[in-house]
Structure formats: C-alpha cells, structure tokens
C-alpha cells in the first residue's frame, strides 16, 4: 500500500514540472481592500528544489522518526508547517535548512498588500499536484511576525498563516503569477 502511495506522490510531483508556466501567465489582479496583514515589513525565504531532488526527498518519508531532523525539514516543504505564527522554531529553521533570506524593498509593499487580500474571481483551476513550498514570505509589524504564506508556484497552492480574513481564494485571481514577477523580478 504504501509503495502505491509513494508512486502517486512522486507522479503528482513530476506533473508539476510543466504547470509553472500556467499561472505565470496573468493579467491585472483587483484587490477589494480586504487585506491579510496589516505589515511594515516582509521578508521572502527562498530555496532551490530541483525536481530530481523532490524524488529524493520524497522517498525518505516512509519510516521517518518524528523528532528527526529529516522529518522537520519535509514538514517544512511539504505540509501546513508551522500551525502558529509564533513558532519559535520556524524562522531557525529556515536558516538551519538553508533557504536564502532578502528584505523586499518598502516600494513593492503596496503591490504585495494588492495581493494578499481578499478577492472572488472566477476561472481559477486547481492543479492536481502535492505542493512544495521553495518560496516563504514572512509578514512582521514592528518586528513582531504576524503573518506567514508558504507558497508552491509549481502547483499554485500556499498556506497562509495570521490573517484573520478568508485565505482560501487566494490564487483564484492570479496572484500567483504577478507575485512570481515581483520575486522573481526583485533579484
């Protein structure tokens, strides 16, 4: 049984290699001013996951001890980790595993509040793929972490954390290709 499981996961995984390209595509994204955070500064987290490396790391769940370190950095990629914005562990764990760190500049913020707010679009598609979550944006007011959204551009699925707002759109109207440009844009 689990060996099927393992099969479906690693092909969920490679039918993602080619759906990037879909949600980069976007056009105009309209906010109804119903934002998530309300934030003064936001850091992006970032690491490079290669496809081939997905495979690998997929195929080290089965038997994972909990408290181990390979356990926690799946959880990190792969779940709704953290359940709490106040995890203790969260941002040394980003560091522990490597994801790169960069402050986006106050100018982007605007445009970042743009999309992270409530919206309803029609025409947004899921795609059938597990998420691994290679981008993290950590929301802070007065350096206090109030929001965090994880997010897979792969599969066009995040997990957001802190807002007391609906999350559950987010997506549905393109946000996950204008903030790709904005990332990816930022280096």
């Known amino acids: 049984?689990?060996?099927?499981?393992?099969?479906?996961?690693?092909?969920?995984?490679?039918?993602?290699?080619?759906?990037?390209?879909?949600?980069?595509?976007?056009?105009?994204?309209?906010?109804n001013d119903l934002n998530f955070f309300d934030f003064d500064k936001v850091e992006h987290?970032?690491?490079?996951?290669?496809?081939d490396d997905i495979l690998h790391e997929m195929q080290r769940l089965d038997g994972i001890d909990k408290h181990s370190e390979e356990y926690n950095y799946l959880n990190l990629i792969g779940y709704n980790y953290p359940k709490d914005v106040n995890?203790?562990?969260?941002?040394?764990?980003?560091?522990?595993?490597?994801?790169?760190?960069?402050?986006?500049?106050?100018?982007?913020?605007?445009?970042?509040?743009?999309?992270?707010?409530?919206?309803?679009?029609?025409?947004?598609?899921p795609l059938a793929c597990a998420p691994v979550y290679r981008d993290i944006l950590v929301f802070y007011k007065?350096?206090?972490?109030?929001g965090i959204?994880?997010?897979?551009?792969?599969?066009?699925?995040?997990?957001?954390l802190g807002s007391s707002n609906d999350v559950s759109d987010f997506g549905s109207c393109g946000e996950y290709g204008v903030l790709y440009e904005i990332l990816k844009g930022k280096k």
């Open 142 to 146: 007065q350096d206090k972490i109030i």
């Open 45 to 51: 987290y970032s690491k490079n996951i290669k496809d």
């Open 1 to 31: 049984m689990n060996k099927y499981l393992f099969i479906i996961i690693c092909f969920s995984f490679l039918n993602c290699k080619d759906s990037e390209d879909k949600i980069v595509n976007t056009t105009e994204i309209k906010s």
């Open 87 to 125: 995890d203790k562990e969260f941002i040394s764990n980003l560091v522990k595993y490597k994801f790169s760190k960069i402050q986006i500049d106050n100018n982007i913020h605007k445009d970042i509040n743009k999309l992270f707010s409530t919206s309803k679009c029609e025409g947004g598609y």
């Open 149 to 160: 959204a994880k997010i897979c551009f792969e599969c066009g699925q995040s997990y957001i």
